[in-house]
């Protein structure tokens, strides 16, 4: 092959990739494997039939309506997201910096009490009915079913698209834009034909992670009594083993296919070779610029607001109620300072940790184009479909059968840290691909000819190109590791509580008001990394 | 873009952080004098703490458990450790432990994960003088479960939109029209599929399977859980729900006056009257057969059976405790209680006909 002799900019190079990034690929594709594994071993140990199982309307019905609901959230969130991301960083959109701190915060709520907030606040009888009344409107409207599941799915997964689109905008060259611009297309056709070419790859990343969040979600469907897949596999766990595990190496082959499709459409895209902004275009919205600042206020407000009107309601009337003579609360601020640290200090090495295993599987299919790479990438990604208990449950599995390994970590921080890795490693892979394609060949062969070791051009070449991407995986799953249940409650040291796990026994036994409480912290503390995370990075600008 | 290198910068540092707070972190820990709640269950000095610690995985929340677990430690001087999750999820990973399980103890605060461990043999006896402490009908015929307090099943109304004249006496009459689309049923929950597999073993399964297709052609609402369904009838969105009488306490606690909803008791010997136990187990094989039991017997003395009545607002079921004034009396003919032993095969057949219904989708 020629083409390893001279490289082009914009596609992966046909060279085989150093055998030791090979090897990290590979063992790390085993670790992401666990899952996937643990349920086929389980369909197969208990004779389950997934193909009798097809036949049935009880499960091709669910499966429709999980797959009806994920494509409608999946382009509402890519619509949503792409907009959002590109008013907050491309325009002069009042108080952008305040935005961009608040938009990424709807991964934060866990969805069972996410959900049950926007029950409380918008539903009839709930917080925002008696400012209706105020204003004389009688009629509320009722979140359920599909529409209910839809809205709340969409407002707590846009952000997947947001972050990342975010991250590559601010990356892009002007050049190009400019000369549009120059050549006489108004800002709308600049970003049709110019901008979104260029961020695509981005936007179906993240939209991928909709899609497989939503088939995977149980806590909001439920709640929003839209009876998918996720609803049948659960009331069966203890009843009927055999036909959860049948159901969920379904949602397993799905969300494959799904990956697997994604990843063919995206590939036969050419990734752009111009990484680095000397400067980046600012539109200015002019008369857009209310109606701008309209959408993106109704998001934030629906989104974040409308839950956390309800989190505070709880939260206040629980501490007026303790100080009046009611019922004391039955948690006290040691244990909200102790599970605030545990949320920290778990979602933060695990962010890191999560980041920094995809990075190897990311440059093998971004910069070589190799299979094990590209199969390595399936397994990340398409494993976010399962629901968490799965993952849970698997790693419980490989950790007692897996000799003096699993005895050196069961019931340790790094068995945890690693669920989560598992578990998440498909938020960072979409955003760390993006990153890692953004670096041109040319670098490389630069760096190459002036006789920097592999190693240094890494240090000194990528990773600061990649560095916006990289954060934003980075954030990605350290809000979602603040929120995440199953592994949180199953995979811990025994007693390790966080602020979630505190949330979940709360609320789950009607302690609202508790439960209220450590929402709010959650939300005030994911605000404050948020902040230190995407917004201080701008500040140089 | 001088300062390109300042995020990486900040990631090590972070990193840095976190790895010294994970090593450094931590201590041991030396019984505090009590306070609070669990200071009236237990008032005297602590007893330093020996022996092995007893790990539990504990089905019912950690609001629940901690008085009483504190004034455990305290007490005995017997440590303990919890696992919290839901008793399902529990019992799926005690499954998979299998004999390796680090848990002594489960606690279940609904039948049907106890029937699916009972299945699948991973339940020990528990010393016969631990069992003696409750009455026959609370306790499992092979020694493998006791209850510890008790939640009945009760309809729960909203108190502008149901008129008390209107109360229904029996879950029969929820299927007659002037009930059409006023009725909320947790349908897939477990603890639904407990109370229905009992409504099956006591009326019949034809009885029973047409209660309930009568009741979703009635236009009755599939709601998530019990919580979810009390939450909904204090804000007056449906009219009334069949719940476990447990939540709408806790919800007016914590909401107050704005919670517009109040428990309705169904007669004595209606099938929506059932009391539901929360059970305690021995896990098989353990290693604390000692402190396990020394740790169920606990939970069934006088002073943790008054917490839970008074604190939590559910039925003792031990030491002679009296149920809390503000509960319903239980019904003296005796309230059915559900026979967890029949219940593990029978929860198949109960998810067969819920599941056939349709109600998951109304």
Redesign the interface.
């Known amino acids: 092959m020629s083409a390893a002799l001279a490289p082009s900019i914009s596609t992966p190079r046909r060279v085989r990739p150093p055998w030791a990034l090979r090897g990290v690929g590979v063992v790390l594709a085993v670790a992401f494997a666990f899952p996937g594994l643990y349920v086929i071993w389980r369909n197969i140990s208990t004779d389950a039939d997934p193909i009798g199982l097809l036949g049935s309307s009880?499960t091709l019905?669910p499966l429709g309506r999980s797959l009806q609901l994920a494509v409608l959230v999946s382009v509402a969130s890519a619509a949503i997201g792409t907009s959002l991301a590109w008013l907050t960083t491309r325009t002069d959109v009042p108080l952008r910096r305040l935005w961009r701190t608040i938009l990424p915060l709807p991964l934060v709520f866990p969805t069972f009490i996410g959900a049950?907030a926007f029950?409380?606040t918008l539903?009839?009888?709930?917080l925002a009915?008696d400012v209706l009344n105020g204003v004389g409107i009688d009629r509320t409207f009722?979140l359920r079913g599909l529409f209910g599941a839809w809205l709340v799915l969409t407002l707590f997964t846009y952000p997947y698209v947001y972050l990342p689109v975010a991250a590559r905008l601010q990356r892009l060259a002007g050049s190009l834009e400019e000369s549009a611009r120059v050549l006489g297309d108004t800002a709308g056709q600049t970003f049709r034909r110019v901008v979104l070419p260029q961020i695509t790859s981005a936007v179906l990343a993240g939209t991928l992670l909709v899609f497989l969040y939503t088939i995977s979600d149980f806590g909001a469907v439920?709640?929003m009594?839209y009876?998918t897949l996720t609803?049948a596999i659960?009331?069966?766990?203890?009843?009927?083993p055999p036909v959860a595990f049948a159901l969920s190496l379904l949602l397993l082959l799905v969300a494959v296919i799904v990956v697997v499709g994604e990843r063919s459409v995206t590939r036969k895209m050419a990734s752009s070779g111009s990484p680095?902004a000397t400067r980046v275009v600012q539109y200015r919205l002019e008369a857009w610029r209310w109606p701008s600042l309209a959408l993106v206020v109704v998001v934030a407000l629906l989104a974040v607001g409308a839950p956390m009107v309800a989190m505070l309601d709880?939260a206040s009337?629980?501490l007026l109620?303790a100080t009046r003579n009611?019922?004391?609360l039955?948690?006290d601020a040691d244990k909200v300072v102790e599970a605030s640290?545990h949320t920290f200090?778990s979602s933060?090495?695990a962010a890191?940790v999560t980041v920094a295993a995809v990075l190897p599987i990311a440059l093998l299919v971004g910069r070589y184009r190799s299979r094990a790479g590209s199969f390595s990438h399936a397994i990340v990604i398409g494993s976010f479909a399962l629901p968490g208990?799965l993952i849970?449950?698997s790693l419980?599995?490989w950790a007692?059968r897996s000799g003096f390994v699993g005895e050196l970590f069961a019931?340790s921080?790094a068995l945890l840290i690693f669920a989560y890795m598992v578990r998440f490693g498909s938020l960072a892979m979409g955003i760390t691909l993006v990153a890692v394609q953004s670096v041109p060949d040319r670098f490389h062969d630069v760096g190459a000819t002036l006789g920097a070791s592999r190693l240094r051009r890494f240090a000194t070449i990528d990773?600061?190109l990649m560095?916006?991407g990289?954060?934003a995986a980075?954030g990605l799953v350290l809000l979602s590791t603040m929120k995440e249940l199953?592994i949180s409650?199953?995979i811990s040291p025994?007693?390790y509580?966080t602020l979630t796990?505190?949330i979940f026994?709360?609320?789950?036994?009607?302690?609202?008001?508790?439960a209220g409480i450590m929402a709010v912290v959650l939300v005030v503390m994911s605000g404050v990394l948020s902040w230190f995370l995407i917004l201080?990075?701008a500040e140089?600008r | 873009?001088?300062?390109?290198?300042?995020?990486?910068r900040?990631?090590v540092l972070?990193?840095v952080?976190?790895?010294c707070?994970?090593a450094c972190?931590g201590g041991g820990e030396t019984p505090e004098p009590l306070d609070?709640?669990a200071a009236d269950i237990y008032g005297g000095e602590c007893v330093g703490l020996e022996g092995d610690p007893v790990?539990i995985y504990s089905g019912?929340?950690?609001?629940?458990m901690?008085?009483v677990l504190s004034a455990f430690e305290c007490e005995t001087g017997t440590e303990v450790?919890?696992?919290?999750?839901?008793a399902?999820?529990l019992?799926?990973?005690l499954a998979?432990?299998?004999d390796?399980t680090?848990a002594d103890v489960f606690l279940s605060n609904s039948p049907?994960?106890i029937g699916?461990l009972d299945q699948r043999n991973l339940l020990g006896e528990i010393d016969e003088d631990v069992l003696s402490l409750v009455d026959q009908q609370y306790r499992s015929d092979d020694d493998l479960w006791v209850g510890f307090s008790g939640r009945k099943r009760v309809a729960v109304y909203n108190i502008d939109s149901v008129d008390v004249d209107e109360l229904p006496d029996s879950v029969f009459e929820l299927t007659a029209p002037e009930w059409q689309d006023r009725v909320a049923i947790p349908g897939?929950n477990?603890s639904f599929?407990d109370w229905f597999t009992v409504f099956r073993q006591q009326e019949g399964d034809d009885v029973a399977t047409k209660w309930l297709n009568d009741m979703v052609a009635n236009g009755a609402?599939?709601?998530?859980?019990n919580?979810?369904i009390?939450?909904?009838v204090?804000?007056?969105?449906i009219d009334l729900g069949l719940v476990n009488h447990?939540?709408n306490y806790?919800?007016a606690?914590?909401?107050?006056e704005?919670h517009?909803a109040l428990n309705h008791d169904l007669a004595g010997d209606d099938i929506g009257s059932l009391l539901i136990i929360t059970a305690a187990t021995v896990i098989e094989g353990t290693s604390n057969v000692e402190g396990a039991n020394e740790l169920i017997g606990y939970l069934l003395s006088e002073p943790v059976q008054r917490y839970y009545t008074e604190e939590t607002f559910e039925y003792p079921l031990a030491a002679g405790v009296q149920p809390a004034a503000i509960l319903p009396a239980l019904n003296a003919s005796g309230t059915g209680t559900i026979d967890f032993d029949a219940l593990g095969g029978g929860?198949?057949a109960?998810?067969d006909i819920i599941?056939a219904s349709g109600i998951?989708?109304?």
């Open positions: 009880r019905d049950a029950i409380r539903n009839p009888g709930g009915n009722e439920q709640l009594r009876d609803r659960n009331t069966n766990y203890i009843v009927r680095r709880w009337d629980g109620r009611g019922r004391p039955t948690i640290w200090e933060v090495l890191l208990i849970a449950l419980r599995f007692l019931g921080k990773l600061p560095a916006p990289l954060l980075v199953p409650l199953l025994i007693g509580q796990t505190r026994n709360s609320f789950e036994e009607s302690f609202v008001a508790e201080r990075r140089h | 873009m001088t300062r390109s290198s300042s995020p990486i900040l990631v972070a990193l952080v976190a790895l707070a994970a972190g609070g709640v790990t019912r929340s950690e609001n629940l901690d008085p450790a919890v696992r919290y999750e839901s399902t999820n019992a799926l990973t998979e432990e299998g390796r680090d049907g994960p699916f897939t477990g599929q609402k599939y709601y998530a859980n919580r979810s009390v939450d909904a204090g804000r007056g969105e447990y939540y806790q919800e606690a914590a909401i107050g704005d517009r929860l198949e109960s998810l599941e998951a989708n109304q």
